[in-house]
């Protein structure tokens, strides 16, 4: 599967290593359906070695209490948001509700390009099964605009993810990955909106995270696009398993795109 992470198994982790030159990443101003689609960053085991573990209680702001607390802080309870394009909720996602959905979004050609997970419905199960049995890290949801399911989304923990590695990360960094499954809903221009609206949502109720990250393929210059307009920077190109990504950052303050 292409831009799987792997699982950590060393200390790695504890000192991030120098970030590379930051690349242009200026895209294009391609607004088709492939600006609304993220390749998939499945995040695989999803329960932290007690080597990880251990580091993490040591970084700072690493309390007891926070050591125990949910890592997403209840996304079950974020609620609805405003936005220019209608009211958004992330809503997390259930197997008995929500696999023939999904299933059928990563059946959608379209989709199925970028994040591979296309094929029987057991394949979908289990990419849902390992972020729901897992420690809470990353959390699979649905995004619904105007009460509609038109999104899927995974808001997960990236300094608790391998992608930690790779960029000098800081404690409650939040990644997120997207796809529009809703084939009416793309090429209208929705994409930087709701990734507008989930960064400043994570960053209200996450209120500990001081940056939203994400990785698209560094070759998909409308979705990096997407991102520059949604305040996110380009601060490097990363390799990860199947792809070279833009690691892209928006700071709680935000930048506007330059």
């Not at 390992?130 to 300094?159: F, H, K, N």
């Not at 307009?229 to 303050?253: H, N, Q, S, T, Y």
């Amino acid at each position: 599967m292409r831009g799987a992470h792997v699982s950590l198994t060393d200390t790695g982790a504890a000192e991030a290593p120098s970030v590379p030159v930051a690349p242009d990443c200026s895209g294009s101003a391609d607004t088709g359906a492939s600006a609304l689609l993220w390749d998939n960053e499945e995040t695989l085991d999803l329960r932290l070695p007690a080597e990880f573990t251990a580091l993490r209680a040591s970084l700072p702001g690493q309390t007891a209490s926070a050591r125990n607390a949910d890592p997403l802080d209840g996304i079950q309870t974020w609620g609805p948001t405003l936005t220019p394009v209608g009211t958004f909720e992330l809503v997390p996602a259930s197997l008995d509700r929500d696999l023939p959905l999904i299933h059928g979004w990563m059946n959608d050609p379209v989709v199925a390009e970028f994040w591979e997970l296309a094929g029987p419905r057991d394949r979908t199960e289990r990419h849902l099964r390992t972020q729901l049995d897992g420690d809470g890290r990353s959390v699979p949801c649905l995004g619904m605009l105007d009460g509609t399911a038109m999104s899927y989304w995974e808001i997960y923990r990236a300094d608790l993810d391998p992608l930690a590695r790779l960029y000098q990360v800081r404690p409650h960094d939040t990644g997120i990955h997207l796809l529009i499954g809703d084939a009416a809903q793309r090429g209208r221009g929705l994409g930087s909106a709701l990734l507008t609206a989930v960064a400043e949502l994570v960053m209200e109720r996450r209120r500990a995270c001081t940056r939203v990250v994400a990785e698209p393929d560094i070759r998909n210059t409308p979705s990096v696009t997407a991102f520059r307009k949604a305040g996110f920077r380009c601060r490097a190109e990363v390799d990860l398993p199947g792809k070279r990504a833009a690691l892209m950052i928006r700071d709680r303050v935000r930048r506007e795109p330059s």
